[in-house]
T-cell receptor, first 111, second 116 residues
Framework: RKEVEQDPGPFNVPEGATVAFNCTYS??????FFWYRQDCRKEPKLLMS???SGNEDGRFTAQLNRASQYISLLIRDSKLSDSATYLC????????????FGAGTRLAVHP | GAVVSQHPSRVICKSGTSVKIECRSL??????MFWYRQFPKQSLMLMAT?????????EQGVEKDKFLINHASLTLSTLTVTSAHPEDSSFYIC????????????FGPGTRLTVL
């Protein structure tokens, strides 16, 4: 089993739609999690951190299910500018030490 | 946020040559930097952890003699791909950890290496 697994997509959604991505991780000891956004041929940028059951920031909501070892990212009212690849990231030993990246889920928002 | 730069952004070289990539933290000091590699449609893979003033720690399967890392100052780490081959063509991204911001890793813009 991969350490971090994501559905590669692509998810093609119209503007205004709500879309959710899931990510599963193998290390049950992991305490913190991150969602990064990566635009084509660019570096990844931190979108959200998840330390407890979840986190919400505007249109973005991240939820953590420790029992099932998955993290989700919900995007409401999708914008064209949300089109990107969303990376699920799990540190090996907590905090921002060694990061294990999922392969990413690609989102394409169309008019 | 903190700013990390990489140079060059793009390099094309012949097989057998060596290529040096620089990673700089512009507005903070970083005792720890990381080097990643990303092949098309794949995830970022950690290659090594660069520690200022000491040897880098390489991930399993990464040849330390092929990917030389030097972290001689608190704002600069370099990755040298020695005797590059076409299979080394990839997107190399560095990150620097900022202790002022909860140890968050800030990423450089990446270097696209093409070996002919």
């Amino acid at each position: 089993r991969k350490e971090v697994e994501q559905d590669p997509g692509p998810f093609n959604v119209p503007e205004g739609a709500t879309v959710a991505f899931n990510c599963t991780y193998s290390n049950s000891a992991s305490q913190s999690f991150f969602w990064y956004r990566q635009d084509c041929r660019k570096e990844p940028k931190l979108l959200m951190s998840v330390y407890s059951s979840g986190n919400e920031d505007g249109r973005f909501t991240a939820q953590l299910n420790r029992a099932s070892q998955y993290i989700s990212l919900l995007i409401r009212d999708s914008k064209l500018s949300d089109s990107a690849t969303y990376l699920c990231v799990v540190p090996i030993s907590g905090g921002y030490n060694k990061l294990i990246f999922g392969a990413g889920t690609r989102l394409a928002v169309h008019p | 946020g903190a700013v990390v730069s990489q140079h060059p952004s793009r390099v094309i070289c012949k097989s057998g040559t060596s290529v040096k990539i620089e990673c700089r933290s512009l507005d903070f000091q970083a005792t720890t930097m990381f080097w990643y590699r990303q092949f098309p449609k794949q995830s970022l893979m950690l290659m090594a952890t660069s520690n200022e003033g000491s040897k880098a720690t390489y991930e399993q399967g990464v040849e330390k003699d092929k990917f030389l890392i030097n972290h001689a100052s608190l704002t600069l780490s370099t990755l040298t791909v020695t005797s590059a081959h076409p299979e080394d063509s990839s997107f190399y991204i560095c990150s620097a950890r900022d202790v002022r911001q909860n140890n968050e890793q800030f990423f450089g813009p990446g270097t696209r290496l093409t070996v002919l």
